[in-house]
């Protein structure tokens, strides 16, 4: 199943890869104020999520566009979509918009991306690509010389890395600067993680 792409009211850095993204995609979902980025790039959402006070003014002519509104005070718009996409079957999941804006909105963008990645395989894209990973072996494809960082997602994560300039051996991360701005040597980076969940992330 190709991964649905979920639009945030965040920045965009790279409009002609997320239109990439948009093409590839199986399914296109803005959560609110998503719906303004998506406007700009050009692109028709199937499905709009959220309390709608975020929407652009006016509303895009879009012919086909499901918009579900959900007022659901407990959540932010970003979860009422991740909660959509899960009922609708969506097990993957590419964000973006999840970087910048308000500092408050970010954050809360994070606490949910944690939340929600152990139940669906989330990516944030644009710019370039990070996601949570749980206990286990991942091989992280990426060209050599690529800048790759890993940051505990929660207190700690225990991790062993080959394939980087600085090899990790069951290092235990926390959320500092200590896996910041390691380099891969080769594709894919082998990653274990022993404890916990990390942030990988290729900027």
């Known amino acids: 199943m190709k ?10 850095a790279d409009a002609g890869r997320l239109k ?38 006016p509303l895009p002519s879009w012919k086909g566009t499901t918009f579900l509104f959900d007022d659901d005070p407990d959540l ?11 009922g ?30 152990k139940k669906l395989a989330l990516a944030a894209v644009d710019p370039g690509w990070s996601a949570v990973v749980g206990p286990g072996k991942h091989a992280i494809p990426c060209p050599k010389g690529a800048v790759l960082s890993l940051v505990a997602a929660g207190a700690s994560a225990v991790v062993t890395a080959r394939g980087l300039k600085f090899p990790l051996k069951r290092l235990r991360l926390t959320r500092s600067s ?12 082998e990653l274990t993680v022993h404890s916990g969940r990390a942030w990988v992330s290729l900027p």
């Open 178 to 189: 200590r896996g910041l701005s390691n380099q891969a040597t080769g594709s894919p980076v």
């Open 3 to 12: 991964p649905a792409l979920l639009f945030l009211n965040g920045p965009v």
């Open 88 to 117: 609708a079957g969506s097990s993957s999941v590419w964000v973006a918009g999840l970087w910048g804006g308000r500092p408050d909105h970010q954050l809360v963008n994070l606490a949910v991306f944690e939340k929600w990645s």
């Open 20 to 57: 990439a993204r948009a093409a590839a995609a199986g399914f296109l979902v803005c959560a609110d104020g998503g719906a303004r980025v998506a406007a700009g790039l050009g692109l028709q959402p199937a499905v709009v999520v959220g309390d709608f006070d975020s929407l652009p003014k």
């Open 76 to 86: 932010s718009d970003f979860e009422k979509a991740l909660r959509f996409l899960d």
